[in-house]
């Protein structure tokens, strides 16, 4: 697919960022150039068309926030951020997860996703699948129906997916 390689292209990799041993994939890249920026989401909402019936995008904090809102707009749907811990207004539901050093919260306020409504979560990328997962869990915890996890990127070698169990898609994966 030309999109895809036009987006695989633009992906940047930093050795050694944010620590030694760790290559992180900068997304950012993509969106400092319109025309893949376009690729990228054309192949967002193909990804999600796929799959019938999505009334709701979940974003993730933050970078799940730079696609969430377009793929709504463009699937006339509601779409509703995933915080970390103190930022949402309101009556909020809130799961821990554990990260690699530590552990944070995420929050998502109650009013905002409905018992049984089809939602869709976007995040940039996966590597441990902890923050994935921790989205999943807050959507349980709503009773909402997670239909597709979506990403851009999946770092396979860390087997993150294995830890979901909605259905997951990827747009790119990296060992
Ligand atoms: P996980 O919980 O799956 O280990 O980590 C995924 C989360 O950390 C995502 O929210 C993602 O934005 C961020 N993340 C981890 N590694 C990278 C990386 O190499 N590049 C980018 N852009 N984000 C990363």
């Known amino acids: 697919d030309d999109k ?3 987006v695989r292209d633009a992906v940047g990799a930093h050795e050694g960022f944010p620590k030694p041993g760790i290559v992180f994939r900068d997304i ?3 969106l400092r150039n319109p025309s893949v920026f376009n690729d990228l989401n054309d192949l967002i909402y193909e990804a999600a068309k796929a799959v019938p019936g999505v009334e ?3 974003g993730l904090d933050s970078r799940g926030f730079l696609f969430g809102p377009i793929l709504a707009l463009k699937l006339n749907v509601p779409f509703v951020p995933v915080r970390k811990k103190g930022k949402l207004p309101g009556a909020v539901e ?3 997860y554990t990260l690699e050093y530590g552990s944070d ?3 998502v306020q109650k009013d905002s996703v409905s ?3 089809k939602v ?3 995040d940039d990328l996966l590597a441990t699948g902890g923050t994935m997962k921790a989205a999943c869990q807050l959507m349980e915890k709503l009773e909402a129906d997670v239909v597709l996890c979506l990403v851009i990127i999946e770092l396979t070698d860390l087997g ?3 830890k979901l169990t909605a259905p997951f898609k990827t747009l790119l994966e990296y060992e």
Do not use: A, T, W
Request: proline content about 4%; charged content about 30%.
């Open 4 to 6: 895809l390689s036009r």
């Open 115 to 117: 018992k049984g409504q």
């Open 28 to 30: 950012f890249p993509v």
């Open 160 to 162: 993150g997916r294995k």
């Open 94 to 96: 809130r799961v821990s």
């Open 105 to 107: 919260e995420f929050e």
């Open 56 to 58: 709701c995008i979940v």
């Open 120 to 122: 869709l979560i976007i």
